[in-house]
């Protein structure tokens, strides 16, 4: 798999020139095809607004270069620190729980409880994750090659990786899928196959797979994995989306452990 993977990977590089080329030869014949549609003035501000936004962004890219350096090297550094820090927990694990035990209270019941369903609900959620990546991938792969479309095996790839990202990374996945299909096969009938298929795949994992596997295997409403995914990206952009449903777990291991109030006694339990 990972030979065909990187020989299509390679591939792909090489083919993007000529789309780009040919993209930009249907761009120029639009006022002929759909006069009603777009002029040929209009094309030619719209080109020209996109060569302004495009010199602006590479001058930003420019100015924040240092930025970028700076980050890039922060990433190196954890790269290399995280791995050493797990070494040692999983090492050192009974000396370091001994040494946080220190410092923990006597009556541990809540903080065992909440740690206790997070951690069953956070195992149950990486095995409904692959499950899911797995299938994702199987039937985007059949369903690609049964068209017969290029990349296949890697288009398979990218569709199930894209969902480790719930509901975002599958409108990121669209464009390449979109992109390869119509510079093969153009507007015809193949393309409108490989686009209902996609929508198709797309909406089942989205609307049948996704809320029923995490609902009942994480316990969380599907409500509440979308609120959660709002809720969370909102607070912390892609990192929110990416642990959304983890978090989400944990807050509702916590609203688990919490005292509640009988109404028929007016007193708490837990």
Not at 85 to 98: E, G, P, S, T, Y
Request: charged fraction near 10%; proline fraction near 5%.
């Amino acid at each position: 798999v990972l030979p065909s993977l990187y020989q299509q990977t390679m591939q792909l590089i090489q083919q993007l020139p000529g789309w780009v080329t040919k993209g930009q030869v249907l761009v120029l014949e639009l006022p002929e095809k759909y006069p009603e549609v777009i002029t040929e003035a209009q094309l030619l501000e719209l080109l020209a607004t996109i060569r302004r936004e495009l010199l602006i962004w590479g001058q930003n890219m420019l100015t924040t270069s240092w930025a970028s350096l700076v980050s890039a090297m922060t990433l190196i550094v954890y790269l290399i620190l995280v791995p050493l820090l797990v070494f040692f927990f999983l090492k050192d694990k009974h000396r370091i729980m001994a040494w946080f035990d220190r410092y923990l209270p006597a009556d541990r019941y809540l903080p065992h409880k909440v740690w206790g369903e997070v951690d069953l609900q956070l195992g149950n959620y990486v095995r409904g994750k692959c499950f899911e990546v797995l299938v994702l991938f199987l039937v985007s792969f059949l369903v690609f090659w049964l068209l017969n479309l290029n990349y296949a095996l890697l288009l398979a790839v990218l569709m199930g990786v894209s969902v480790i990202i719930p509901y975002v990374g599958a409108t990121m996945v669209t464009f390449p899928v979109i992109f390869v299909a119509f510079f093969q096969w153009g507007m015809g009938d193949l393309f409108g196959y490989l686009v209902l298929a996609y929508m198709i795949i797309q909406a089942l994992d989205a609307v049948v797979l996704v809320p029923l596997l995490f609902s009942e295997i994480v316990n969380l409403h599907p409500a509440a994995i979308i609120v959660a995914i709002l809720f969370f990206g909102g607070l912390w952009g892609f990192w929110g989306v990416f642990f959304a449903i983890p978090l989400a777990t944990l807050v509702n291991a916590v609203l688990n452990a919490w005292p509640v109030r009988n109404p028929a006694w007016g007193v708490s339990s837990s």
